[in-house]
Structures are given as structure tokens and as C-alpha cells.
């Protein structure tokens, strides 16, 4: 059991933990519920060492965390964040990679090793999460309804998203996504699904690249691939003033979207002010490179235009 004391912990010196006391017992799911920047995230980070305490006590099997070395810590623990992009692998082999402390070089897999990942899939598999959602199958169908995953983004735990998508036979599935991978892999992952919620930002590579640090290339081949297919989609456009509200990135959007079948229409979502308060609790200053007062230009007339239909969330 993984259990703290009177925890603090932060950064730059200011607490984003405040006298935390919780215990993560063993043979259990423990659920963090908390809005972005609360500290869920740091918490995990702190009981696992990955970020120091400033204060109070982390006890691992009741040893304090700081007398672990960190080949016993690993053997006790591990931590698969959001955060970070998962390869295209099965998930069998992603909870091999849990074994790695218990091996010595070359990191050869034993007969034993697979024995206690398949007993860890079966523990908290596929299975289990599909067989709550197949309990409320029924009223989904009644009235209309279905299943969305969503996240965070869903599509970096694909290998886990597939195996559930494919134990829900007669369950209408859909997805939120940024796009934001490798088209096998998206083209894997929709085959599964009834519906499709993805975002363009910005249809401007370079100033797509400038804002999130990245090419929009991938998502775009995604989104291509929408427009030739046979799933009803939603495009989600976030609306940040001064970034991608311009009449030029909505009429190239529109232009991309227009003969696509199955769109089912665009969504606008302006921008709101609450994207900030993470910064604040980490003790960081919230510099947008946009100004978060300024108004929003938003053109429904474009899509119009092209004779798609538009809604403002």
C-alpha cells in the first residue's frame, strides 16, 4: 500500500498540496476526481518520487518512500502518464515493460513474466470496463444513446481503446480527438467506431506548429480520411481570439470540409478564461500569446458558403 502524511508539495515554493493524507490500497481502483491544476497529477508524481516532497511523509509497504532504492520502488510501482505518447503496441506488451526491474541484462522475458501480466489484464482488462458499459447497454439503446471516450485524448491508450471498442458489439461508440496520430492507427481505431468528434485547430501548418508545437500534417491526413469515409463526424473548431479566428483559417477549413458525406456539421468552441487557473496553482504566470479579453470572430456564413451546417457550443 501506498499510503501519505500530512503531504505538501509544489513548485518554486508554492504548495499545490496542502496536508494531503490518502492511502492507495493494494487489490483496488483508486479514483482521483479533481478539476485541471487541483494537483492530481502532482500527487501521483510526489508518492512516486518523481518530484520531491516539501513536506510530511510517503510511505511504500509502510517503508518510507526515501529509504527505497529505485529498482525496489519500481518493483512496488509505476506510473503511465497521459502525458506521453504510447508506441502502436498491443497492450500485453505495454504491461510487459512493467517487468523491466525484475530483469537483468539483456531484459530477456520469462515464462513467469507473462504469467503475471496476463494476470494483470484480466485483473483490470478490457473486460471489466466493457462488461460495466454492456450492463447499461440496454437503456443507451432506448433512448438514442451510446458510449464517447474521451480524456484527455483517448487515442494514447489505443491498444486498451481497441480491445474495449471491440468487446461492445451493438453498443453505439463514439471518440473526441484532437487527430493527433498515426493515420494506421486512426484508421484502426474508427473501423471500431459510430462517430467521430475531432478538432482543427488551425489549417495553417506554420502558425499550427508556432501555437501547439506541432505539425498539423498527421491530423489533417486523419481528417481527410473522415471526409472519404463512411462515419458520421463533427468537426470541433476551439476558438482562441487573435489565433485561428480569422476569415482566412475558417474559409480554408470550409474548403478542406466541403463534399465530405458524413459531416455531420462544425462545431464552434469559444475560448473561456478558465484555461489559465492550472498556472496560478503551480505557481506560474499565465502568458497566452493572445489576449485573453479580446473578443472572438466567428464566421458561420463561410461554412454557409460551402453548405455546411455550423453551431456555436
Known sequence: MIETRSLR????????????????PPNCVTVLLGPNGCGKSTLLRTVLGLQPAAGGEVLVDGTPLGELSPGELARRAAYLPQSRGVPNISALRMVLHGRFPYLSYPRRYR?????????????VGAGELAGRIL???????????????????PLMQAAFLGEVLRLLPGVH???ETSGYCQPSLFQEITALLDYVIMDIKLFDETRHRHFTGVSNRLILQNALGLCEGQIPFVIRIPVIPGVNDT????????????????????????YHKTAGAKYSMA???????????????ISQ????????????L
Not at 515464462?111 to 485483473?123: F, G, H, I, R, S
Not at 440496454?138 to 484527455?152: I, L, P, R
Open 135 to 153: 450492463k447499461n447497454a440496454d437503456y443507451y439503446a432506448a433512448y438514442g444513446g451510446g458510449v464517447t471516450f474521451s480524456g484527455g485524448e
Open 301 to 312: 456564413e463561410i461554412f454557409g458558403e460551402y453548405g455546411i451546417r455550423s453551431v456555436i
Open 9 to 24: 508539495a509544489g513548485y518554486r515554493g508554492r504548495d499545490v498540496l496542502h496536508d494531503v493524507s490518502v492511502s492507495f
Open 173 to 175: 461508440c463514439a471518440v
Open 247 to 270: 476569415d482566412e483559417n475558417y474559409r480554408q477549413t470550409a474548403a478542406f470540409l466541403s463534399g465530405a458525406r458524413n459531416l455531420v456539421r462544425v462545431e464552434f468552441l469559444p
Open 283 to 297: 505557481g506560474m504566470e499565465y502568458q497566452p500569446q493572445f489576449d485573453p479579453e479580446g473578443s472572438i470572430h
Open 111 to 123: 515464462p513467469e513474466d507473462y504469467q503475471m501480466v496476463q494476470k494483470a489484464l484480466n485483473w
